[in-house]
């Protein structure tokens, strides 16, 4: 049997590593890796190895593998001296740092399920060369830059790389990071797990306390990724698979479940809309109840996937009307990449700091940008999702795969916070559905339910385009509706790459990006 390369990434530069290393004969793992790297340095307001992965490793004939790469609340967090300060948890600075960042961590776990040949040095000296070189400003970091200035500005080493003169990037500047470069080139020679377990651990813990945060040297020491099993749903169209807790994925399949029980009832796009829409409002609903750290769960979130549940979601959907809402939603940032290499193998990653540049927090002997993945937690002590020692925090965070009927199987997904499970179901539904190419699926017009990159609105949002032609109609049916430009960034960067029986591969990435595609050689086995 042979097997086509590919790869897609939200960064033209990632995407190309990537694919550098499926063309070497790497695996799907190691081009992962290598990209995550690339796109750390590339994409500092998306994601960063200060920040948490997510992996489904997908192997032909074999149920896929999840791997957990994320971090824990401090083992020394003080939720009560966070009560005392105010009701909301801090949204900058070493005190707003509070969770372990778990991505390098899934790297090595990753390396070590579906490695290959390849070297630490084949596949990180890219990320070293980018970060000492420095990086081209793309609009989509001069949009961070400006719209963070006033959460981070006054950070004097965040200043320092991410803003000039005290303003923010312009188009074409160039950001350098020399400490990240060197940080990149300590893991090459003395492994990943030196992240956690060696002297660049001792960096990290010992700038993280100058800069206030309660994460220490013990906190970094017993971080482990984890290999779980993911979650899972049968429709119509095949075996769907996601991330389970502490992520979202949950609400990602029960939206796809809900609308395929719906989907004979879309006839026009509008009512394609219209359900879709229903169905995220009764899977957040799930969500918000329910999902929280692995170890705190009330039931498993597998038991949400019946088709008992599944159809009392569906019996709350109204063909004509829309649901009241706003819903309480979260923002994001994320950095979805997905991959196929010449083993048939398939990776769905999914990269994140949360919001924008995350903490604000930039280690100056590392160079790591960290997290404010601790937004998550409440302070409400009763609430699911309240803040406590060695807790892990909710993730919008989830890759996708499906298993199609048809022998196809696909690996997709976006980042953009609440907009994920939704830009994963449009993508879905249009190309299995519909009928449409991948690449129509992905950059046609799409929208949004909720808030998303730190929006506070709650409305239905949609790209021009479908404002025009359907904003009356779903006005009638209820909906709150407002019109964003065509192909923003709001509405996530997506990507899906498709093998066939055949072991053809297509790909596509979204317009709304910086990313491209690759398409590599076929390989037989």
């Known amino acids: 049997m042979s097997f086509q390369t590919a790869f897609t990434a939200p960064h033209s530069e990632a995407a190309k590593v990537g694919q550098s290393i499926l063309d070497a004969g790497g695996t799907a793992s190691e081009a992962m890796v290598a990209a995550a790297a690339m796109v750390a340095v590339q994409y500092p307001h998306m994601n960063s190895i200060g920040g948490d992965g997510f ?18 609340a401090s083992l020394s967090v003080n939720p009560d001296a966070y009560r005392g300060q105010g009701k909301q948890l801090p949204e900058s600075g070493g005190a707003s740092a509070i969770t372990m960042a ?98 660049t651990a001792n960096r990290i813990a010992s700038d993280l306390k100058k800069a206030g945060s309660p994460i220490s040297i013990e906190d970094l020491n017993q971080h482990q990724a984890k290999v779980l099993p993911p979650l899972n749903v049968n429709i119509s169209k095949g075996k769907l698979f996601n991330f389970g807790a502490p992520t979202q994925g949950v609400a990602s399949l029960l939206i796809l479940a809900i609308y395929d029980k719906l989907a004979s009832q879309a006839q026009q796009e509008i009512h394609h809309i219209h359900l879709l829409v229903e169905a995220t409002k009764q899977a957040f609903i799930i969500r918000d109840r329910v999902v929280t750290d692995e170890s705190y769960l009330e039931q498993p979130l597998q038991s949400l996937l019946t088709d008992e549940v599944i159809q009392q979601c569906v019996s709350g959907i109204s063909a004509t009307q829309a649901q009241p809402w706003p819903h309480v939603a979260k923002p994001g940032d994320t950095i979805w990449m997905g991959a196929t290499d010449q083993y048939g193998t398939m990776v769905s990653f999914i990269q994140s700091i949360y919001w924008e540049f995350g903490s604000g927090v930039v280690l100056p002997e590392t160079g790591v940008l960290w997290n404010i993945r601790s937004q998550s937690f409440s302070l409400d002590p009763s609430h699911h999702n309240a803040l ?78 479908l404002y025009q032609q359907y904003s009356a109609d779903l006005t009638l049916m209820g ?12 509405m996530g960067h997506a990507g899906a790459v498709v093998l066939n029986p055949q072991g053809e591969a297509s790909a596509t990435s979204d317009p709304r990006s910086d990313g491209t595609y690759f398409l590599g050689e076929t390989h037989d086995q």
Not at 149 to 155: E, K
Not at 398 to 421: C, F, H, K, S
Not at 483 to 490: F, P, Q, S
């Open 55 to 72: 992996w489904l490793i997908c192997k032909k004939g074999e149920t896929p593998v999840a791997i957990d790469a994320c971090g824990a």
């Open 479 to 490: 909906h709150d509706v407002t019109a964003v430009t065509d192909h923003n960034e709001l």
């Open 102 to 199: 778990g991505t390098v961590s899934g790297w090595d776990k990753a390396l070590q399920l579906n490695g290959g040949d390849c070297s630490l040095q084949q596949l990180l000296l890219p990320a070293v060369d980018a970060a000492k070189n420095g990086i081209r400003v793309t609009q989509s970091l001069v949009n961070a830059s400006e719209k963070t200035l006033q959460r981070l500005g006054r950070d004097e080493e965040f200043a320092k790389l991410y803003l000039k003169k005290g303003q923010p990037l312009s188009v074409g500047d160039t950001v350098k990071n020399p400490a990240l470069a060197s940080t990149f080139t300590a893991l090459i020679e003395h492994g990943l797990d030196d992240f956690y377990r060696g002297e």
């Open 388 to 465: 406590q020692p060695g807790k892990k925090p909710f993730h919008t965070l989830n890759p996708a795969y499906v298993e199609l009927i048809d022998g196809r199987r696909m690996v997709y997904g976006t980042m953009g916070g609440e907009g994920q499970p939704q830009t994963q179901a449009c993508l879905f539904s249009r190309y299995l559905y519909q009928g449409k190419t991948l690449s129509q699926s992905i950059t046609e017009p799409r929208w949004l339910l909720g808030r998303t990159w730190g929006d506070s609105t709650n409305n239905l949002r949609l790209e021009q385009t």
